[in-house]
């Protein structure tokens, strides 16, 4: 009787041993994320950090070569593939993050341009648009000469226009 009241406080040990190693390692593992503070390497960021995106919000994201770029979203659609988040891609390109206060005047430009260009309108799943944003700039209304794409690409939605599933860095 006694061994078996041993064997069983024994196992009832190593089970509260077990039990507080788990605990301590998901502890540890929660403090890791949080405490992770490079959005642009760390994947687990935007799981963690969704933003409530809104028509007219300006946002930064990473582009190739560690620069920087700024959208505009123009567009928000709930679909059958899921939500849409169209935006206008500026072809401004920053060396550090930008801000409201260091954006400059933000321009698509041409084809023609020496400097680059952008887009007036990309389509892409949210999903995927995610990936590459960084941060919040401001929120500006827009204006309608700014929906021409959006709204052609609209009204075909029903012909097969879809978006885009790829990083917004490897779209631009």
Known sequence: MMKSFERNEKNRLQKSKLSFIMLACFFTIILFLAGCTNRTTNIFYHALNKFDYNVGDLYSFSKENNTYGVLKIIGIDETSEGTIISAKIYKNTYSSIPDKNNLGDLSVGTIYD????????????????????????KNEPVQTDELEGYNYWKGDTENEAGAFNLPINKLV
């Open 114 to 137: 020496t400097d680059g260009y952008g887009v007036g309108h990309l389509p892409i799943l949210k999903g995927a648009f995610e990936i590459d944003i960084i941060d919040f700039i």
